[in-house]
């Protein structure tokens, strides 16, 4: 076949190539649509920007002035008196994040009730500042994460990132964030260096800059040295991976940071490098991170924020939390089950009746408060105990929990 064949009719090309010329543009609408108006399980339809665009900016203005003075309708146990008033003053302040009465709904199949994964979550999250997300599993902390990133639509409600609507404008807060998910998403092929290059130049970093930036990156999670930026993915221990996720979250200078459960996975030492890194990232950034770990909000977090159930149940710096939450002591003592395990119940009640237990399984039992138990060793088949002075945090989790 040559360029000549097209003028000779009978052979068929020249309709052949313009129906497939129509097609291309054809599929190329159709996919300009489906990515603009389709809807999707996940993300947020980019249609709105066409639409409110302009609408948006005077909304967000709006509400950075009367967010907090709407009609908080949740009972006095469900919206707590500090929440309320944490977010009435950090919203007086420059903030990077606020949640405007955010909410999500699964909806249930096969007969199956309905999900209140968050509960209209209204909070402010100033610059410069670490926030720390707290609470049991199935809280809501990495719903709210996916809400943040575009990655799940709210039900209801909105947040605004840097003045910028998650509902209109996720394709220009994606310019400016960065995001450490829970599980790594790496490729075992590339190299540590090479997925930092990769996101940089997503991040519209080039030439020099970038190359500082990759390199400042690497350093402050410990992968530069010895030549373990340079091997690839595949040959990286977990922990290693974990912070070249954290690496990728932090480079391109975002103004607002997510970080889900960061230092899952990691031995003692890795994670210490780790806090350190992400505490000194935090100096003219937004850092929200989620976790279970009670020692690493107290470690990198300004504020604590206790969730449960889909709901704020408390909020503060880790003084404040320990002040009105903690102070308090906790027993926990192992034994034998079956009848050990009542009479020890029955000898700590003797001791003081209001000590309450917090945790019973398999043996183990948590009581708060707590005096001295040496004496009962012998007598009650104690296998092992010990006692421990609440952190900052536990005791308001201990709240929150009690809620559910």
Not at 58 to 82: G, H, M, V
Not at 115 to 126: C, D, E, F, N, Q
């Amino acid at each position: 076949m040559k360029w000549v064949d097209l003028n000779d009719p009978k052979n068929g090309m020249r309709s052949v190539l313009t129906i497939m010329v129509l097609e291309w543009f054809l599929f190329l609408l159709l996919a300009f649509y489906l990515d603009h108006f389709g809807s999707f399980k996940n993300g947020i339809r980019k249609a709105a920007v066409l639409f409110h665009s302009r609408i948006d900016k005077n909304r967000f203005q709006a509400t950075q002035q009367t967010i907090q003075l709407q009609e908080f309708k949740a009972s006095a146990d469900n919206e707590k008196t500090d929440v309320i008033k944490e977010i009435l003053q950090e919203s007086k302040n420059s903030y990077s994040v606020i949640c405007d009465n955010l909410k999500k709904v699964y909806h249930g199949k096969d007969g199956n009730a309905k999900k209140i994964a968050v509960r209209g979550l209204s909070l402010s999250m100033p610059r410069g500042q670490c926030f720390g997300v707290l609470g049991p599993n199935g809280a809501g902390k990495t719903t709210l994460i996916n809400m943040l990133t575009g990655f799940t639509k709210p039900t209801s409600g909105t947040a605004y990132i840097e003045g910028m609507d998650i509902q209109f404008e996720m394709n220009k807060i994606y310019a400016g964030i960065g995001v450490c998910p829970q599980h790594d998403l790496l490729w075992e092929t590339l190299t540590g260096r090479e997925h930092l290059l990769f996101y940089g130049r997503l991040k519209s970093l080039q030439g020099a800059p970038l190359s500082q930036a990759i390199e400042k990156s690497l350093k402050n999670v410990r992968l530069f040295a010895g030549g373990i930026a340079d091997k690839l993915v595949s040959k990286y221990s977990g922990g290693m991976k974990r912070r070249l996720s954290v690496a990728i979250s932090l480079i391109g200078d975002p103004k607002v940071v997510y970080m889900d459960e960061p230092s899952s996975g990691l031995d003692p030492a890795s994670r210490k490098d780790l806090w350190n890194a992400v505490k000194s990232a935090k100096q003219d950034r937004a850092i929200i991170l989620t976790t279970h770990s009670m020692e690493e909000a107290e470690f990198l977090c300004d504020r604590i924020g206790i969730i449960a159930n889909g709901s704020l149940q408390c909020i503060g710096n880790s003084k404040e939390l320990k002040a009105k939450y903690g102070g308090s002591y906790v027993l926990t003592v192992t034994t034998a089950t079956g009848e050990a395990e009542e009479e020890m119940r029955r000898l700590v009640q003797s001791i003081s009746p209001t000590m309450n237990i917090v945790y019973h399984i398999s043996g183990t039992q948590k009581f708060e408060m707590a005096k001295p138990m040496e004496h009962a060793k012998r007598r009650m088949n104690v296998l092992a105990w010990g006692l421990a002075d609440t952190t900052n945090a536990g005791g308001c989790l201990h709240q929150s929990c009690q809620g559910e």
